[in-house]
């Protein structure tokens, strides 16, 4: 309909478009911020540096493989395949590894190859075969899955001494882990903002008609975005390891889920095409933050689960997207 | 007013505007009842605003309905479809995975006390509807394996089964063969027998003149005459619809055509089935004319790589491609400024720098990395240029107006300097003054060498800025005219007829 549309720009005004762009950001962050404050008073154990690195060093885990859920999130794609991916890393990893350190370099190669062999995969079965992404990463997911607990159903293989320490080595008080996930952040953030990869994940999230008339790639960009989705969840199995020593076919158990948690508690549109890392990062640290509290204040698991879902759900429905 | 007992429907003094904007001013429309009533105007006229308050999917700002003497403010849907309105919109309103039964009772299927649907008694009435109007189809068959115009025979018997009164059919002929049209109008007349009252609306005149009773021409918004057809000639009912002076100015051509920049030969695609053939020379605007549904947006698809081509080809600056992809018509030199520029053309929720450079970013990067500063003198360069009016470049592109919006798809498409433009409505929902402004780029555009193909419904753009005439009708391209051969009335002729009087070019 020609008459449709306002000849008027409709502008709205500074303070109003400030917070409908950041609402969630504010949400986020605010929710770190009171949590942190009620547990500071309530617990004379939470505000120390020891437990505070402790928490962004338990970050880490969950940091590296939200990042690449973020980047499939925003280009409209899903990736469920990480967990299994983290699962069958550290298995591999550990077992590569032998506890020699000459087999470092070998088991940390062949599990980033892996990651992403498994990357390529999701990311042709849902170009080329057109599987819906939930479908693709879902099978994949169940694949490894059974790759992994056909090798094993017990602790297996050991890290390199060397390899181990690097959960424990500090520069100052700060944990090397957390270093390197504050260098995977900028990393991801400059990518996504300043590069021509980054823009074209925005805008095949944002209307993949519009980016394939806009002459994108769009198929490789998409397959782009799954093997590194897959190889920083390769890298997650790896960080495990530094920390069990040992490959555990458990670990990584659910780690889709929390990482697609951490992406939309960080205001990122299941839909695609907004939102970014900074609000993964909250959403990873309010996760965190929500574990260590009620950990600090000696609640039971059970509950834990319970009053995480409630802080997801109510932290989401403050913000809730609107789309048309 | 007073309401008439053999009119079935009285729209009276209806307006509604959108955003400022007049849609419709005051505008009255009056059905006899049992007659079939056609409904005929440009696109954008307001037919479409009309029919959705009619059906309860818009409200009037002001006006009344008076529908079988009942006096109504506004309807809300569910009312409308109670009191006895169906609507047959061009896109059906059907569930393909159920059968015609489930989907003529969707919504309302009889059930029992403990609330088990009573799939019997939904089949024997739908069968009754069936039979009612001569229908070879079975309650039981699965719509998604009807054609489409058993599709529409479901969306009538579904109106049926509501007891529809009156009966809307939104270009009912768009999407149908010869000998289904026969067959629908064969529908209609047995359903006037039997008291419903029909509101046709269509393009094509021919068919107006087949099967109306009565007929009212809508434009820019207004009535301009409601009158029986038999009264009217159809040279008069083609002049009511234009009838407008040329009130935009357009600026003229100052350049003589150069070369053939693009040739395209026989292009075919799925949806564009007879083959087509084209050729734009360098500094010239190429106009493409024709109803909505014609396949000048396919032409467009085609050429650009959007749609996978069947057969043909295109040779751009002297190079044969087949364009697989719009990424290889880009690199060949095409650019496509698309009729919707909210779902086809822009990214509504990111920023306006997003949306300009990001079909240049690969000039814009130095080592992957995008050049903050190369891509700021884009944007101020663009903004320059087109004259676009923003806060700032990070202001999301759905905060800015419809001609706003249509720049920056302009400038987006400017940044890959282009040889060919094919713009598909380039001022559709924009202002008259930013319409002028377009105009304007385009001229300078071909002054430089760009050639343009323009596909336009308006045909007062497509006589004020093409240097060429393309007709379609039907799919095909039907006539090529030079700018002084083409008057409204010819072009109408051939968009609604596949034909001219005088054949002058084929």
Known sequence: MTSAASPVDRKPSRTRLFLRRNASLLVVYGLIILLGAYTTLSSPTFLTDRNIFNILRQGTFLGTVAIGETFVILSGGIDLSVGSIIKLSVLMSGILMDGKPGNIALAVIATLAMGLAVGLVNGLLITRLRIAPFIATLGTYSVLRGIAYTITTTPKGKAAPAFLRLYDIKIGPVPLLVIFLALLLIVGIFILRRTTFGRHIYAIGGSEQVARLSGIRVDRVKIGVYVLCSMLAALTGLLYLTRAGIGDPVTGEGAELQAITAVILGGTSLFGGVGGLIGTLGGVLLIGLTNNILVVLNVTQYYQDLIEGLVIVGAVALYKQKRK | ?506
């Open chain 2, 1 to 506: 007013m007073s309401s008439d007992s053999s009119n079935i429907l009285e729209m009276q003094h209806i307006s509604k505007s959108f955003a400022g904007v007049h849609a419709l001013r005051d505008v009255s429309f009056t059905c006899r009842r049992a007659k079939v009533h056609a409904l005929v105007g440009e696109n954008g006229a307001g037919k479409s605003t009309l029919i959705k308050i009619l059906a309860g999917a818009y409200q009037a700002d002001s006006g009344e309905i008076i529908f079988k003497g009942q006096r109504y403010t506004s309807f809300s849907a569910r009312q409308a479809i109670a009191v006895g309105i169906g609507i047959i919109y061009q896109e059906f309103n059907l569930v393909p995975y159920m059968t015609v039964a489930e989907n003529i009772f969707l919504g309302r299927e009889p059930h029992n006390r403990v609330g088990i649907v009573d799939t019997r008694r939904m089949i024997e009435e739908t069968d009754a509807v069936i039979k009612r109007l001569g229908l070879s189809l079975s309650g039981n068959e699965q719509v998604n394996n009807l054609t489409v115009a058993g599709q529409q025979m479901v969306e009538i018997a579904k109106a049926l089964a509501t007891r529809a009164d009156l009966i809307v059919m939104d270009e009912p002929s768009a999407i149908l063969a010869g000998h289904e049209l026969e067959n629908l109008f064969a529908i209609i007349r047995s359903l006037i027998e039997a008291g419903v009252t029909i509101v046709y609306i269509s393009h094509r005149l021919n068919e107006v003149f087949e099967i109306a009773d009565d007929v009212t021409v809508l434009k820019d918004g207004q009535v301009v005459s409601t009158q029986a057809i038999a009264e009217l000639s159809r040279a008069r009912l083609i002049q009511m619809m234009v009838g407008r002076p040329l009130s935009e100015v357009f600026p003229p051509n100052t350049r003589a055509r150069g070369s053939a920049v693009l040739t395209a030969e026989g292009i075919s695609t799925e949806s564009l089935p007879h083959p087509a053939s084209l050729t734009l020379y360098e500094g010239e605007i190429l106009g493409i004319s024709g109803m909505v549904g014609a396949g000048r947006t396919e032409v467009a698809r085609a050429l650009f790589g959007a749609d996978r081509l069947r057969s043909g080809r295109i040779t751009i600056k002297g190079a044969t491609i087949m364009p697989r992809s719009p990424q290889q018509a880009m690199k060949a030199g095409l650019a496509l400024v698309p009729e919707d520029r909210k779902s086809q053309g822009l990214f509504l929720e990111q920023s306006i720098r997003n949306n300009i450079t990001l079909t240049s970013l690969q000039r814009l990067t130095r080592l992957f990395v995008i050049q903050r500063k190369r891509e700021t003198e884009s944007i101020e360069r663009a903004q320059h240029d087109l004259g676009i009016s923003m806060a700032s470049p990070a202001l999301e592109v759905q905060y800015l107006s419809g001609g706003n919006q249509q720049k920056v798809v302009l400038a987006k498409w400017l940044e890959t300097s282009p040889a060919v433009i094919i713009m598909d409505e380039p001022t559709r929902g924009v202002d008259v003054g930013t319409k002028f402004e377009i105009y304007q780029i385009m001229r300078r555009l071909t002054e430089r060498g760009v050639a343009i193909l323009m596909i336009s419904s308006e045909l007062p753009e497509i006589l004020g800025m093409s240097d060429r005439i393309l007709v379609m009708h039907s799919g095909q391209i039907v006539a090529e005219l030079v700018r002084h051969q083409a008057t409204e009335e010819r072009i109408i002729e051939l968009a609604t007829t596949g034909e001219s009087p005088e054949q002058t070019t084929a």
